[in-house]
C-alpha cells in the first residue's frame, strides 16, 4: 500500500537521528518476471540456547538442523574471537510435519558433532560438519583449537580436512562461524566455505581453487555456489574501479559492476571471471534446487536458471537485510520457498506482493552513500518488530534513476550526504523539511543538540 505524498521527505542525517525517526514510527540476462514470495517468520518453539542452521524436506516432512549449546560446552570447547565470541553448537536433527509442527520423539544426532551444510537432495547423505579439535598436553590439560571441517558422505568422511594448511599443517580457520553450501554432479565434490567472513574458499574434488587470474584492479567477492541444470557454478560478485583511486578508502564510482556465473568442472584448478553475467548485485546466501539458483541481493531474494534472473521477494519485512546470515534457502514440493536466517526461519508463499497486508511500506533511497548497510540493518530490526508501517532500503548509485524513481512517486525519503543534489531537489519543491514533517524530534530534550 503506497502513501499519496505531494512531496518527498529528505533526510540528510546521522544514523542516530535515523534510528530515531524509525522508532517515532508505529551476454547478460534479462531479468525474468518472476513470481511474487511474500515472506513470513516461522516460530519453531526454539529455545534461547538454540538455533536453525539449516532445513531441508525429506520423505513428505521437514528435517532441520538444530544446534545446541550450553555453558559446559562452551567451558570445555571455548569459544571464537570476535564479534559475539560465536559459542561453539552440537547439531542435531528435529523433524516437523508441512505446517512445522515437531515430532519431539524422532530427534537424533548428527553424523558430524557440529552440521553446517547439505546437499539440496537429502537423498545423496552430502553434509559438511565440523569436529572440535582438542589438544591435550603432557600435564593432562585439555586445550580447544577451534572446529576442523570435513565432507561426509553416506555417514563417513571423504577425504581430509576440509580447511587449508597452515605454515605448520595444522588447518587454519577453525571458526564455528563457519557456513558453506555444495553441490555433487559426477561423482565429484564442490563446496564453497565461508570460514569467518573473510577467508572465503571454494573446494573442487580434492583441492582448494586459486584465484590469482582474477584481475588487478577488481574488487570481488565469492558469494557462493550453486548446480543449475546438472552444472556447478561459482557465483561472484565483482567490480572494476579506476585504478588511480583504487587504494583509497572511498573507492569512487565503478567502471563496471557484474555478478556472475562461473561454471566449474572437476578438472577446475582457478577460479576466474569468465562466466555467464546475470542480474542483480549479489551479496550471499547462494544455494541451488538443480532447477534454479537463489541468492540474496542485500534483503532481496533472486532467483535464475543459469540464463534470465529477477528479484522473487523483498525479506527486509522479516528482519532480513544485507549483514544478515543467511544459511540455506531450500524449495518445497508445495511450492513454498524456506530461508534460514540470523539463527531463524522464514517461510515464503505465492503472491499478489510482496508486501505484507494492511501496512504502509516507506521506501527509503540512498544515494552515492555508505549508508545502506546500517540502514538496511536499523530498517530490518524496526519491521521484525511487526509495526504498522515498514520500511524499505534501496540504493540508487545513479542519479539519473533516483529522479525516475522520484517522479513516479516510488520513493518517500531520501538519505544522501550530497548537498548540491539535495539542493536541486529543494529548488524544485520535492523536499519536506524534517521539523515540520516529525516535529517532536525537534523538541528540546528529545535529541542530542549536536544531532539537530
Do not use: H
Amino acid at each position: 500500500m503506497k502513501p499519496n505524498r505531494n512531496r518527498i521527505t529528505a533526510l540528510v542525517l546521522a544514523l542516530l537521528m535515523t534510528a530515531s525517526f524509525l522508532a517515532s514510527c508505529s551476454g547478460k540476462g534479462k531479468a525474468e518476471t518472476a513470481d511474487i514470495y511474500l515472506g513470513e517468520i516461522v516460530d519453531l518453539g526454539l529455545s534461547e540456547n538454540e538455533t536453525i542452521l539449516d532445513i531441508i524436506e525429506a520423505d513428505g516432512e521437514l528435517r532441520a538442523t538444530v544446534g545446541v549449546t550450553s555453558d559446559e560446552m562452551a567451558a570445555r570447547y571455548g569459544t571464537d574471537y570476535g564479534v559475539g565470541f560465536i559459542i561453539p553448537y552440537k547439531t542435531e536433527y528435529r523433524y516437523y510435519d508441512m505446517d512445522f509442527l515437531e515430532d519431539t520423539g524422532k530427534r537424533e544426532a548428527t553424523t558430524p558433532f557440529f552440521q553446517i551444510a547439505q546437499d539440496s537432495d537429502p537423498t545423496m547423505n552430502l553434509v559438511i560438519g565440523g569436529e572440535p579439535y582438542l589438544y591435550t598436553d603432557e600435564n593432562g590439560t585439555e586445550t580447544s583449537y577451534g572446529v576442523r571441517y570435513y565432507l561426509y558422505k553416506d555417514g563417513e568422511k571423504l577425504g581430509e580436512v576440509l580447511n587449508p594448511l597452515g605454515e605448520n599443517n595444522y588447518g587454519k580457520y577453525t571458526q564455528y562461524s563457519a557456513k558453506a553450501n555444495l553441490a555433487w554432479v559426477d561423482d565429484t565434490p564442490y563446496v564453497w566455505m565461508n570460514y569467518d567472513g573473510f577467508e572465503i574458499e571454494v573446494f573442487v574434488k580434492d583441492r582448494f581453487l586459486k584465484t590469482t587470474e582474477i584481475a588487478p584492479g577488481v574488487s570481488y567477492n565469492i558469494c557462493g555456489l550453486m548446480e543449475i541444470g546438472g552444472t556447478p557454478y561459482g557465483l561472484i560478485s565483482a567490480k572494476k574501479y579506476d585504478r588511480i583511486e583504487e587504494y583509497s578508502w572511498f573507492e569512487g564510482r565503478p567502471l563496471w559492476e557484474k555478478t556472475l556465473l562461473v561454471p566449474l568442472a572437476p578438472e577446475t584448478t582457478e577460479l576466474t571471471l569468465e562466466g555467464i553475467e546475470i542480474e542483480g548485485e549479489a551479496t550471499g546466501g547462494a544455494c541451488s534446487d538443480g532447477t534454479y539458483g537463489y541468492y540474496m541481493c542485500g534483503s532481496e531474494l533472486w532467483r535464475t536458471d543459469g540464463k534470465t534472473s529477477g528479484r522473487i521477494s523483498e525479506l527486509i519485512f522479516c528482519g532480513v537485510n544485507g549483514m544478515s546470515d543467511v544459511r540455506a534457502i531450500r524449495s518445497l514440493s508445495d511450492g513454498r520457498l524456506l530461508v534460514v536466517a540470523d539463527g531463524g526461519l522464514i517461510a515464503l508463499s505465492e503472491s499478489e506482493s510482496s508486501v505484507p497486508a494492511q501496512r504502509k511500506v516507506y521506501t527509503l533511497a540512498v544515494m552515492n552513500g555508505g549508508y545502506a548497510p546500517d540502514l538496511s540493518l536499523t530498517a530490518a530490526k524496526f519491521n521484525a518488530l511487526g509495526k504498522d508501517c515498514q520500511f524499505v532500503v534501496k540504493e540508487y548509485k545513479d542519479v539519473t534513476k533516483l529522479n525516475l524513481a522520484l517522479l513516479s512517486g516510488e520513493v518517500d525519503v531520501i538519505v544522501t550526504a550530497d548537498q548540491f543534489s539535495l539542493r536541486n531537489y529543494i529548488k524544485q519543491d520535492l523536499l519536506v523539511p524534517l521539523e515540520d514533517l516529525i516535529p517532536e524530534l525537534f523538541e528540546e530534550g528529545v535529541l542530542l543538540e549536536n544531532v539537530v
